[in-house]
T-cell receptor
């Protein structure tokens, strides 16, 4: 069984400030982890993914995330927020290699990021 | 642009009716999954198809059914629509062979049940 908890349904930062969106997971098997972004009235766009290579993953638009097995976390960060980063962000988990479970994503509830001028 | 296209983009149905949503996967992708995203919620896994066979199902009743065609396009059918079925329905495609492959989402189909 898998689950994802995103701490903070709303996060507000000033333009240029650090963005930190928190994600903790629970998985009975080694997981693969994803961060997706959703702009209003649109589908999901992949920001980055962890698939058991490097634990520090760099994604698009300056975002990165670090997989910490001991903390069961996969927090998303960006050093300097931009107005265009305002959107909803989803953390998701799926079982890694083995069996036929890959691709069945379990999502968190989402975090809405607001960026103030 | 993810290469995953869904239709229709918006539709309104009456309670009790049936609806069919369509998805065209990214070229070469043999796996398609469907998700329901209710307002203010994260997407919920409905089911997955791999090479035209259902390959796992989430906690959704049998009135949610699907098909995958030889060209890997897919349909989601919902019978006996209920008001709670109002949601954004997302299709996702990936290449199954080799875990860790990127999973691409379409723009979704907005369903309103009145």
């Amino acid at each position: 069984a898998q689950s994802v908890t995103q701490l903070g349904s709303h996060v507000s930062v000033s333009e240029g400030a650090l963005v930190l969106l928190r994600c903790n997971y629970s998985s009975s098997v080694p997981p693969y982890l994803f961060w997706y972004v959703q702009y209003p009235n649109q589908g999901l766009q992949l920001l980055l993914k962890y698939t058991s290579a490097a634990t520090l993953v760099k994604g698009i638009n300056g975002f990165e995330a670090e997989f910490k097995k001991s903390e069961t976390s996969f927090h998303l960060t960006k050093p300097s927020a931009h107005m265009s980063d305002a959107a909803e962000y989803f953390c998701a988990v799926t079982p890694s290699a083995g069996g036929t479970s890959y691709g069945k994503l379990t999502f968190g509830q989402g975090t809405i990021l607001t960026v103030h001028p | 642009e993810t290469g995953v296209t869904q239709s229709p983009t918006h539709l309104i149905k009456t309670r009790g009716q049936q609806v069919t949503l369509r998805c065209s996967s990214q070229s070469g992708h043999n796996t398609v999954s469907w998700y329901q995203q209710a307002l203010g919620q994260g997407p919920q896994f409905i089911f997955q198809y791999y090479r035209e066979e259902e390959n796992g199902r989430g906690n959704f009743p049998p009135r949610f059914s699907g098909l995958q065609f030889p060209n890997y396009s897919s349909e989601l059918n919902v019978n006996a629509l209920e008001l709670d079925d109002s949601a954004l329905y997302l299709c996702a495609s990936s290449l199954y062979a080799g875990s860790g492959n990127t999973i691409y989402f379409g723009e979704g189909s907005w369903l309103t049940v009145v």
